[in-house]
Structure formats: structure tokens, C-alpha cells
């Protein structure tokens, strides 16, 4: 995606190597009434579907370079794991917080939940219930 991508207002494209996401604009944030009105009219908000993009791009490359998560016992380690990494920036002062590293670990966080939805529970289903 290029920085200033028509049709994805409230985010700007290109955040660091490593780093998955867009960065949200301050001034921009997709508020709970304006979702209502796309989801009342079936559409999914240009927003949404961009962090969704965001998270599945995530997933892709964790498929890459890890094995898949063999257990609900793992995946909540690995969950986990980017909790705490959230939890180091939130207990910083305001003034010291990297927001791209904040949203970085909150997008890390949902694409191994839904790892281990897929990993995981999918899979199970063909055997047993998650």
C-alpha cells in the first residue's frame, strides 16, 4: 500500500521494517456511531478492512517462519507473549510510548489468536472441539 492511498482515510501506509500496520491519523479515529452506519448498510468500513489486511499479513508472515501452533496450551503462551510485549509500552509514560510499536504488538496479538484459531481449533474440528 502507498502512503496516502486513496480510499483509506484515517490511516497513512509505511511504518518501519518488521513492523506490520498503518498508522492511524490522530484527527481521524473511526468512531462507534460511524461503524453502526456501515454495518446497518452491510458494508465493512475502508478502515476495517485495511487492519484486517493489516492482521492477515501478519498471520502470513508468522506462518513463514514458525512451525503452526500445535495446542491451546501454546497458542496461549504465544498470545501471551504479545500481551506482555503490549503491556511493556502501556506502562510507559505517555511521553516515552512508541505508538507504532503499540499498534505493532496489538496487530502481533491478533494475528497468534488467530493462528490459534486456525492452527488450532479448525483443525480440531475435523477431530474433536477446540
Same mark, same amino acid.
Given at each position: 500500500?502507498?502512503?496516502?492511498?486513496?480510499?483509506?482515510?484515517?490511516?497513512?501506509?509505511?511504518?518501519?521494517?518488521? %513492523?506490520?500496520?498503518?498508522?492511524?491519523?490522530?484527527?481521524?479515529?473511526?468512531?462507534?456511531?460511524?461503524?453502526?452506519?456501515?454495518?446497518?448498510?452491510?458494508?465493512?468500513?475502508?478502515?476495517?478492512?485495511?487492519?484486517?489486511?493489516?492482521?492477515?499479513?501478519? *498471520?502470513?508472515?508468522?506462518?513463514?517462519?514458525?512451525?503452526?501452533?500445535?495446542?491451546?496450551?501454546?497458542?496461549?503462551? *504465544?498470545?501471551?507473549?504479545?500481551?506482555?510485549?503490549?503491556?511493556?509500552?502501556?506502562?510507559?509514560?505517555?511521553?516515552?510510548?512508541?505508538?507504532?510499536? *503499540?499498534?505493532?504488538?496489538?496487530?502481533?496479538? %491478533?494475528?497468534?489468536?488467530?493462528?490459534?484459531?486456525?492452527?488450532?481449533?479448525?483443525? %480440531?474440528?475435523?477431530?474433536?472441539?477446540?
Amino acid at each position: 500500500m502507498s502512503r496516502g492511498e486513496p480510499g483509506l482515510k484515517g490511516f497513512r501506509g509505511g511504518s518501519p521494517p518488521g %513492523a506490520p500496520g498503518l498508522q492511524p491519523l490522530e484527527e481521524d479515529a473511526m468512531s462507534p456511531e460511524t461503524f453502526d452506519q456501515f454495518e446497518r448498510r452491510g458494508e465493512v468500513p475502508v478502515e476495517m478492512k485495511a487492519l484486517l489486511a493489516t492482521i492477515g499479513d501478519e *498471520v502470513k508472515r508468522a506462518e513463514k517462519l514458525h512451525k503452526p501452533i500445535n495446542s491451546l496450551h501454546e497458542g496461549y503462551a *504465544v498470545i501471551l507473549e504479545e500481551m506482555e510485549e503490549f503491556w511493556d509500552q502501556v506502562k510507559l509514560r505517555s511521553e516515552k510510548r512508541d505508538s507504532v510499536a *503499540v499498534r505493532t504488538e496489538l496487530i502481533q496479538t %491478533a494475528a497468534m489468536c488467530v493462528r490459534t484459531i486456525l492452527n488450532v481449533c479448525d483443525r %480440531a474440528k475435523r477431530r474433536t472441539a477446540c
